[in-house]
T-cell receptor
Framework: DGGITQSPKYLFRKEGQNVTLSCEQNLNHDAMYWYRQDPGQGLRLIYYSQIVNDFQKGDIAEGYSVSREKKESFPLTVTSAQKNPTAFYLC?????????????FGQGTRLTVV | DAKTTQPNSMESNEEEPVHLPCNHSTISGTDYIHWYRQLPSQGPEYVIHGLTSNVNNRMASLAIAEDRKSSTLILHRATLRDAAVYYCILNTGNQFYFGTGTSLTVIP
């Protein structure tokens, strides 16, 4: 089945540690996105990538890093510089970054800093 | 930033039509209007999108105002499975801008 997979579903991190969230898609989509969602709020864009080996910062990129070495993979690293990393993280992909395309979302990773 | 404004919450009786409004007064001529819905602890699910003309699919209808500054998502017969947070989004080509959405409660 084609789709977008995020892992793990739940992740616990100690303060001061970096952690990497996985996002894989087998939809052959060029564009991929990372969003953060806090309780009772909408989604805010962290990073997006329109093509392999290229990515751009979104509205809240500070304290995060990404890579796009393969078309199907767009991992997100939450660094120790992120002051409030506890949140629900969502990855999405779309066939292109054009406006007439729908986005497909993963089931999310809930990160908790302990 | 492209922004949308939606009511925080709405209620509907089961099997009745639901009209979910959205204002997007800063929309530009090339922005597409998208709607997604999200269940708790899940990723958003695509519902429908359009540019200028009204759109229909198996899930819903999208009515877009002539000046494109507002739109309405129409669920023709609400079911309990339609209870979710509905997001009206402007797609500017590089990203999708999410607002806080409308939480829809369906009353049996």
């Amino acid at each position: 089945d084609g789709g977008i997979t995020q892992s793990p579903k739940y992740l616990f991190r100690k303060e001061g540690q970096n952690v990497t969230l996985s996002c894989e898609q087998n939809l052959n989509h060029d564009a991929m996105y990372w969003y953060r969602q806090d309780p009772g709020q909408g989604l805010r864009l962290i990073y997006y990538s329109q093509i392999v080996n290229d990515f751009q910062k979104g509205d809240i990129a500070e304290g995060y890093s990404v890579s796009r070495e393969k078309k199907e993979s767009f991992p997100l690293t939450v660094t120790s510089a992120q002051k409030n990393p506890t949140a629900f993280y969502l990855c999405a992909s779309s066939i292109s970054s054009g406006m007439n395309t729908e986005a497909f979302f993963g089931q999310g990773t809930r990160l908790t800093v302990v | 930033d492209a922004k949308t404004t939606q009511p925080n919450s709405m209620e509907s009786n089961e099997e009745e039509p639901v009209h979910l409004p959205c204002n997007h007064s800063t929309i530009s001529g090339t922005d597409y209007i998208h709607w997604y819905r999200q269940l708790p602890s899940q990723g958003p699910e695509y519902v429908i999108h359009g540019l200028t003309s009204n759109v229909n699919n198996r899930m819903a209808s999208l009515a877009i105002a002539e000046d494109r500054k507002s739109s309405t998502l129409i669920l023709h017969r609400a079911t309990l499975r339609d209870a979710a947070v509905y997001y009206c989004i402007l797609n500017t080509g590089n990203q999708f801008y999410f607002g806080t959405g409308t939480s829809l409660t369906v009353i049996p």
